[in-house]
């Protein structure tokens, strides 16, 4: 899946989640009084989650899941968090905010559905059925994983009481103990380990059935990620990685990951499958990998779809060695 952007300059911008065409104005989005007089200009476009689900207008059929405040108006939002996105300088310096409201998981599609032209969708979904250009799952990806995080973090780490959201969005801050908290990334590994013609692939226990994906864990404190991959494939699979090469980077905003991808090269092969996280890990040579990376395996088994890294660490290994 390429970018949707003019230029593309490193392997991650072509992913999903990935391009993103919004300044996010680090230093100006401090200036409250700026970023109200953005947020009523009629200009204002809006991404709206109700819960984690992204409200989607059916009537509209380019880019509707971008809206006008009248959406926000029809929907009668009471507590919403709405934070700061940027603008988008190839359209007009147009702002765009991320709004996230409380709904009721168990009435909001019937209550959409009075509203006549709304819908409200998972943001994979979004994403596997092309529902959105890849600029603005860009900006999707920003605003699910800041909503995310502002809607689990109410309470001061420190002291336990209220925080208030600062800094349009982009820190919290405590006014009981003076503590500012920020918007957390978790980085994980995500790598397809190689010898010689043949990869690896395993199946953690969540994954659809008859698929195989790279490994991948997430980075603990004190490690780079270099030994991160080393020591995930080593606990998933009992396989010695040595020399690791990193490939390229994706938002994965279910909720706040940073998978960052490598290649790495085996040393030694036989198995020893961690059970209690793996249902089942193989080495497959590279003509059945590229059969199941294009669905056409006798197996049945296949790989990831396009809109993971995983896809792309497998497709880069075919088409390069
Ligand atoms: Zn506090």
Same mark, same amino acid.
């Given at each position: 899946?390429?970018?949707? +952007?003019?230029?593309?300059?490193?392997?991650?911008?072509?992913?999903? @989640?990935?391009?993103?065409?919004?300044?996010?104005?680090?230093?100006?989005?401090?200036?409250?009084?700026?970023?109200?007089?953005?947020?009523?200009?009629? $200009?204002?476009?809006?991404?709206?989650?109700?819960?984690?689900?992204?409200?989607?207008?059916?009537?509209?059929?380019?880019?509707?899941?971008?809206?006008?405040?009248?959406?926000?108006?029809?929907?009668?939002?009471?507590?919403?968090?709405?934070?700061?996105?940027?603008?988008?300088?190839?359209?007009?310096?147009?702002?765009?905010?991320?709004?996230? @409201?409380?709904?009721?998981?168990?009435?909001? $599609?019937?209550?959409?559905?009075?509203?006549?032209?709304?819908?409200? @969708?998972?943001?994979?979904?979004?994403?596997?059925?092309?529902?959105?250009?890849?600029?603005?799952?860009?900006?999707?990806?920003?605003?699910?994983?800041?909503?995310?995080?502002?809607?689990?973090?109410?309470?001061?780490?420190?002291?336990?009481?209220?925080?208030?959201?600062?800094?349009?969005?982009?820190?919290?801050?405590?006014?009981?103990?003076?503590?500012?908290?920020?918007?957390? +990334?978790?980085?994980?590994?995500?790598?397809?380990?190689?010898?010689? $013609?043949?990869?690896?692939?395993?199946?953690?226990?969540?994954?659809?059935?008859?698929?195989?994906?790279?490994?991948?864990?997430?980075?603990?404190?004190?490690? +780079?990620?270099? $030994?991160?991959?080393?020591?995930?494939?080593?606990?998933?699979?009992?396989?010695?990685?040595?020399?690791?090469?990193?490939?390229?980077?994706?938002?994965?905003?279910?909720?706040?990951?940073?998978?960052?991808?490598?290649?790495?090269?085996?040393?030694?092969?036989?198995?020893?499958?961690? @059970?209690?996280?793996?249902?089942?890990?193989?080495?497959?040579?590279?003509?059945?990998?590229?059969?199941?990376?294009?669905?056409?395996?006798?197996?049945?088994?296949?790989?990831?779809?396009?809109?993971?890294?995983?896809?792309?660490?497998?497709?880069?290994?075919?088409?390069?060695?």
């Amino acid at each position: 899946m390429l970018a949707d +952007t003019a230029e593309v300059y490193d392997a991650s911008a072509a992913l999903c @989640y990935s391009a993103n065409s919004l300044n996010r104005c680090g230093e100006k989005r401090k200036d409250t009084e700026w970023v109200n007089s953005l947020e009523a200009s009629p $200009d204002a476009r809006f991404l709206i989650q109700a819960n984690d689900a992204f409200i989607f207008n059916k009537e509209v059929t380019h880019e509707p899941l971008i809206h006008p405040v009248e959406t926000l108006k029809s929907l009668n939002v009471t507590d919403a968090t709405t934070i700061f996105l940027g603008i988008d300088e190839t359209d007009g310096n147009r702002p765009y905010f991320g709004v996230r @409201y409380t709904a009721d998981a168990e009435t909001l $599609d019937e209550e959409l559905e009075k509203l006549g032209t709304f819908a409200a @969708y998972g943001l994979r979904g979004i994403a596997i059925k092309r529902a959105a250009s890849q600029r603005v799952l860009g900006m999707m990806a920003q605003a699910a994983s800041l909503g995310r995080w502002h809607s689990t973090h109410k309470m001061c780490s420190q002291c336990g009481q209220p925080t208030k959201l600062a800094e349009s969005g982009y820190r919290r801050d405590c006014p009981s103990c003076s503590a500012q908290h920020f918007p957390r +990334t978790d980085p994980a590994v995500i790598m397809l380990i190689t010898h010689g $013609d043949k990869c690896l692939m395993g199946r953690p226990y969540h994954l659809m059935e008859n698929v195989y994906t790279t490994l991948a864990g997430f980075v603990e404190p004190g490690e +780079t990620f270099e $030994d991160a991959v080393r020591r995930e494939v080593f606990e998933e699979a009992g396989v010695k990685v040595g020399k690791v090469e990193y490939v390229a980077s994706q938002p994965w905003p279910f909720p706040s990951n940073i998978m960052i991808g490598f290649h790495g090269e085996a040393l030694t092969t036989d198995l020893n499958i961690d @059970y209690e996280e793996m249902e089942d890990c193989q080495w497959f040579s590279k003509e059945e990998t590229l059969k199941m990376l294009q669905g056409e395996a006798e197996s049945g088994l296949i790989c990831p779809p396009d809109i993971s890294i995983a896809h792309h660490l497998i497709k880069k290994y075919i088409e390069e060695k």
